[in-house]
Antibody, heavy 122, light 106 residues
């Protein structure tokens, strides 16, 4: 069974740095073509892709948030970490991590974590 | 960046109706398109990948079609469990979601 779970603070202050961890099981981030991505959803709004890291450590970021994001992986711990600097109230959202399936198997985000709600407020 | 535009934003329908949602890409994405279903308070669920491939375990009343810049998601006979919000997503060049289509009870 493949699972992913997000963890991190529920409340951060403006200008602080957010660090979120995605802990997964049931697959390996060493498998060719596999990736783990982060997606967020402000309350009542649409999904927004943030970042993705591949099995070979190739990294991609949303162009609008690139300067604020860093994604890393620890394959031995089955974890992917996202940091977002200079948090603002508009960053209040539910943050999801999801597995990106290899392109040969379709390439979409097939398994998602339950999400973690992050509120930015002083 | 590739933009994805869904229509309609809201759709009112009855159980048993045939429902179609459209997604347009701002540039060609071949068949690198997925559809997701999301219910309130839950994570999105993958329904369709590569524009027309049905994800394992998803009922056959869901189908996808299209290529290039125009795509559709069709629910052949709407069931009570299908009232939800649906998102398209391109993954030809990075990843972009549409703004969502809420399917509500008429």
């Amino acid at each position: 069974q493949i699972t992913l779970k997000e963890s991190g603070p529920t409340l951060v202050k403006p200008t602080q740095t957010l660090t979120l961890t995605c802990t997964f099981s049931g697959f390996s981030l060493s498998t060719s073509g596999v990736g783990v991505g982060w997606i967020r959803q402000p309350p009542g709004k649409a999904l927004e892709w943030l970042a993705l890291i591949y099995w070979d450590d190739d990294k991609h970021y949303s162009s609008s948030l690139k300067s604020r994001l860093t994604i890393t992986k620890d394959t031995s711990k089955n974890q992917v970490v996202l940091t977002m600097t200079n948090m603002d109230p508009v960053d209040t959202a539910t943050y999801y991590c999801a597995r990106r399936r290899a392109a040969a198997a379709g390439g979409a985000f097939d398994i998602w974590g339950q999400g973690t709600m992050v509120t930015v407020s002083s | 960046d590739i933009q994805m535009t869904q229509s309609p934003s809201t759709l009112s329908a009855s159980v048993g109706d045939r429902v179609t949602i459209t997604c347009r890409a701002s540039q060609t994405i071949s068949s690198w398109l997925a559809w997701y279903q999301q219910k309130p308070g839950k994570a999105p669920k993958l329904l369709i990948y590569k524009a027309s491939s049905l994800e394992s375990g998803v009922p056959s009343r869901f189908s996808g079609s299209g290529s290039g810049t125009e795509f559709t998601l069709t629910i052949s006979s709407l069931q009570p469990d299908d009232f939800a919000t649906y998102y398209c997503q391109q993954y030809n060049s990075y990843w972009t979601f549409g703004q969502g289509t809420k399917v509500e009870i008429k």
